[in-house]
């Protein structure tokens, strides 16, 4: 009798226990199914590519990836790529902004630009056409003073007239001959012009420009031919007696600058020097492109 007890015991145990297996198995099953029933199929570059089983994106071919996975701890304007997907791509990633040194200081690259509170601008005064340009290339120096063009314009020609009329009578109507000569100088026509204009009493046909700012010549706006018109750049120049460092810092290295710290800056064209700078400008907006805010030094 202890015998069969002993049998249906292990019988109801049996029974039990794979119960609790089938069942188990059947919902976890159950559970997988409905989660591949449910599953969405995406394309990390086209988004707009849904399938309900994995394959590869009818536009690019890219492997498709769950859109659980993509869309997964990510922003509305970041994705993620597999790496069959990255492959396909040809796509390399690098790790940048990494510039701290094992002493805690930042090494960043940069450029020297010229220092944009040393620069000017050389303006045309009036209208005309260039026939003869002085001042052809970068890098030239020019000094205040130097003639840099020799310009046709007709409007001088007619002013000229007018000068002449107003010096012959002069004498009988000398607010109106000083108000015609003040036209002149708001021209920048230098003294010289004038007295030869009044004593020849012919109107010169090429009048010749002289600069009113010195420097290094940074750009040229106008060539041989070309129109001027009043007020147009005709070139620009910088002292270059001081000059700019800009530089690039990325998010994290903010908070290691600040307005009037020192560093030290190397140039490869004087690969032996070392010259100290205080930074002068933090720009207080990022740039949203290169995660990046600039600084600049002097």
Not at 61 to 67: D, F
Not at 148 to 172: F, G, M, T, W
Not at 191 to 205: G, V
Request: charge should be negative.
């Amino acid at each position: 009798m202890k015998k069969y007890l002993i049998y249906l015991l292990l019988l109801i145990g049996g029974i039990f226990l794979g119960y609790l297996f089938f069942y188990s198995s059947s919902e976890e099953k159950q559970q997988h199914t409905q989660t591949e029933e449910n599953q969405i199929w995406t394309c990390s570059m086209h988004p707009q590519v849904e399938r309900q089983e994995p394959g590869d994106c009818p536009i690019c071919g890219m492997e498709l990836i769950p859109k659980e996975t993509a869309g997964s701890n990510l922003a509305e304007n970041e994705f993620t790529m597999t790496p069959n997907a990255m492959a396909l791509a040809n796509i390399e990633t690098t790790i940048v902004g990494e510039s701290q040194n094992d002493n805690g200081s930042l090494q960043l690259s940069g450029e020297i630009t010229a220092n944009e509170n040393e620069t000017a601008t050389q303006p045309a005064h009036f209208n005309g056409r260039i026939e003869k340009l002085y001042v052809k290339s970068l890098g030239e120096k020019v000094q205040m003073g130097q003639a840099i063009a020799s310009i046709y314009s007709p409007d001088l020609v007619a002013a000229q007239q007018e000068l002449i009329s107003a010096y012959q009578n002069r004498k009988s109507q000398p607010r109106l001959y000083q108000a015609v000569r003040n036209k002149f100088k708001n021209w920048r026509i230098t003294e010289s012009q004038l007295q030869q204009i009044e004593e020849k009493e012919t109107p010169l046909t090429k009048i010749t420009i002289y600069a009113h700012v010195s420097g290094v010549v940074t750009s040229i706006e106008v060539n041989e031919g070309a129109h001027i018109m009043d007020g147009k750049p005709i070139f620009k120049v910088a002292n270059l007696s001081t000059v700019w460092a800009e530089f690039d810092a990325y998010e994290i290295e903010i908070k290691s600058l600040k307005e009037g710290q020192k560093i030290n800056i190397n140039t490869e064209a004087y690969p032996d020097e070392n010259f100290e700078a205080e930074i002068n400008f933090i720009d207080p907006v990022l740039n949203s492109s290169t995660r990046t805010v600039r600084f600049v030094q002097s």
